[in-house]
């Protein structure tokens, strides 16, 4: 199995990169400005994977669709195929909304929505002439709205939509379009974000705590088998029982 994921550097990307290299999949992960991360993030999933493997690193900026369709070539030319899509990269730029710049509005979209599209589009002829393959969406539980967050969970819901479309075009073409909607996960993305919210997640989750990196890594696994061809526009929830953002 041949996997691109991309934001694969760090935080859940990384995990899920981590997940298909110890089942044994070639990986491509992207990473946007951190090289240093996402050459460290290859040599752990090497280590783990063994030498057959191939273990690569591309920089992108998914929001850029010329670069999208020429690194998801080289990732092809790299990998020999490949099988699974992950949309991962993911921004935050919380503001509210009556006084969100145009930027924070535009940068959020053109990550959270745009690139995946982006990304979708320049696979999809690919998939479509192996008549196989998966995509798998990351959004979030904010795609059900999410105070401070307009631009975030318009993006996720946006994402959500993108997903169910794609699984009802491609559907009968051999290709699956699925979306993770993880919770609260414990990552760098949180850590830069506001104590408040962590503490509504650990009181409000039926589960009682943040969920993991590889918790998410397992459910994109899941949905990525060979037996998971039934599962097909799909939102499965990775969040504890809890549905709900602040
Ligand atoms: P991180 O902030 O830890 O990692 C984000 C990754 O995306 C990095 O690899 C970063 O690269 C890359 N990236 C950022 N901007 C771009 C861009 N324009 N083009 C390409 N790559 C880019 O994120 P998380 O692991 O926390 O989140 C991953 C996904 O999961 C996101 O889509 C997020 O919305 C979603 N999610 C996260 C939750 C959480 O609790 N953490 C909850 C629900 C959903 P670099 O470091 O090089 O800049």
Known sequence: MNLLVTGGSRGIGRAIAMRFGAEGANVALTY????????????????????????????????????VDETIEAVIQSLDGLDVVVNNAGIMDNQAAAMMSDEAW?????????????????VLTHFMLQRSGRIVNIASIAEDGASGQANYAASKAGLIGLTRS??????????????????LIETEMIEEGDDRLVDYWEKSCPVGRLGTVEEVADAVWFLSRRESSFINGATLRVSGGLDAAP
Request: hydrophobic share 35%; aromatic share 6%; net charge neutral.
């Open 32 to 67: 946007m400005s951190d090289e240093e991360a996402a050459k460290s993030a290859v040599h752990q999933i090497r280590e783990q994977a063994g030498e057959q493997a191939t273990i690569k690193a591309f920089q992108l900026d998914v929001r850029k669709s010329e670069a």
């Open 106 to 122: 535009s940068r959020v979209m053109d990550t959270n929505l745009t690139g995946p599209f982006y990304v979708c589009r320049s």
């Open 166 to 183: 794609l699984a009802r075009e491609y559907g009968p073409r051999g290709i699956t379009a699925n979306a993770v909607v993880p919770g």
